[in-house]
């Protein structure tokens, strides 16, 4: 959840005319990531909490893509997208490490 309010707060000084374009799409990627983790979770069975993971994975991936290209176009400068890829790769890493600690059913 820390990520997604990092990437709310951080889209907050994009371009005005990016809001229903680039700026919607990183803020529902990113808030897609904890929303999945959660879901999985709450159904209470092994094998679609894996699945919910993997598909928050897949959330993580698109908000890592447009990032890099809201750097890439000048919509947000490489110290505001820096610190979010970091962030975005710490949770990468983690919902690896958790998918494969998970017993397979």
Do not use: C, H
Request: aromatic share 6%; proline share 5%.
């Amino acid at each position: 959840m820390d990520l997604a309010v990092a990437v709310y707060g951080a889209t907050k000084t994009w371009p005005r005319e990016e809001l229903y374009g680039l700026t919607s799409q990183v803020r529902r990627a990113a808030a897609s990531v904890p929303s999945n983790i959660a879901e999985g979770y709450g159904r209470e069975v092994r094998g679609s909490y894996q699945q919910f993971l993997r598909i928050a994975q897949g959330s993580l991936k698109e908000l890592e893509t447009q990032l890099i290209i809201a750097q890439r176009t000048g919509i947000a400068p490489k110290a505001t997208t820096d610190p979010l890829l970091s962030g975005a790769e710490s949770v990468g890493k983690l919902l690896r490490l958790l998918i494969r600690k998970l017993p397979s059913d």
